[in-house]
């Protein structure tokens, strides 16, 4: 087996589209439609099962073992329904979003600062069109705001309030958080875990497994155009490489 059987890579998207041109700084966070669907077509031909983040906990307890991963994509972009759910579906994966709750229908604005087009969001239809489809909705904050650089009671407003939102519309409970930029401390991390979440991904860099925090779980990157079988060999030399 290639991938092993005890630390789970989890993967990290953000938008599914063409390629913007090289000058939009957001070029990296970006997977065109058809590269998408060879990793994913890739993993599967080898046995492989791409899994939501809410769906992995087991796996990552140590309670199971398999020969699966997992799938996340930050922001909640149209362009995931559009170009990703198809792929996820025929291939019986199932995956984790994470959700701007006060952004339903409008664009990444919190990346006005970068050079980039903007690019719309779900609407609150599309969000429960991806629940429908078997996919999880996890929470990403209210605002995307960077959660150690508020008060404790805008963080704390910022998690409670956003997991209450997505509760109430999905009729589903909200176990999975992301921290926005991958911005995280202490305090933070106190404050996800007190809200009620069961888990939450990083933006650092790495498999996860029974010894992770499972507040801090590290991801794995999916840059650009990169080709299915480099991105599996990232993943396998992510699974032996020795934590810092
Ligand atoms: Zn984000």
Known sequence: MLLS?????????????????????????SVAPDAFRRQMTLFRRLGYRGLSVRELQPYLRGERSGKV????????FV????????????????ATCYFVAGRFGGENDWDADADTARSPLMTCDDMLAWRDHGHEIGSHTLDHIALPHVPTYVSDFQLTESKRQLEVLSGQRVESFCYPYGNQDARVRDQVAAAGYGNATTTRRGCADASNDPFLLPRIPVAGGVGALRLLFKCARWQVRRRG
């Open 5 to 29: 059987a005890t630390r789970y890579p989890i993967l990290m998207y953000h938008q599914i589209r063409p390629l913007p041109p090289p000058s939009d700084r957001l070029r990296g966070l």
């Open 79 to 94: 362009n995931v329904l559009t170009h990703a759910m198809p792929v996820l579906d025929e291939l019986g994966f199932t």
């Open 69 to 76: 991963f997992g799938i996340s994509f930050d922001d909640g």
